[in-house]
């Protein structure tokens, strides 16, 4: 591994968080139950991880904040304008992939 200082990491970590967030904007045409098939993880993952890392620094984050950090606007507006009713396809293979978390 590269000889990276603590403070380079976090940095890089931190540049790479914010790509992946906005990269997940730009596609929003990506439900959140594909990439939990896919990938098994989604959005809202992301903002549980990060409400968690929030708690572990001793800042409480509500969920809807997190969300919102994630999503980069209200969740329930993010819902409104992009998602989509999941197909039964979709919902069949997110119960053979389901997390044990979810």
């Known amino acids: ?16 968080f914010r790509r992946l967030l906005e990269h997940l904007s730009e596609r929003s045409d990506v439900q959140n139950i594909d990439l939990m098939n896919l990938a098994g993880f989604c959005r809202n993952c992301l903002s549980n991880w990060y409400r968690d890392a929030a708690g572990a620094a001793g800042v409480e984050l509500s969920k809807e ?17 992009h998602q989509r009713e999941a197909t039964d396809a979709q919902k069949a293979a997110f119960e053979i992939n389901r997390p044990k978390d979810h």
């Open 65 to 81: 904040a997190s969300r919102e950090i994630i999503y980069g606007m209200p969740y329930a507006e993010w819902q409104a304008k």
């Open 1 to 16: 591994m590269a000889d990276l200082t603590e403070a380079q990491k976090r940095e890089f970590e931190a540049a790479a």
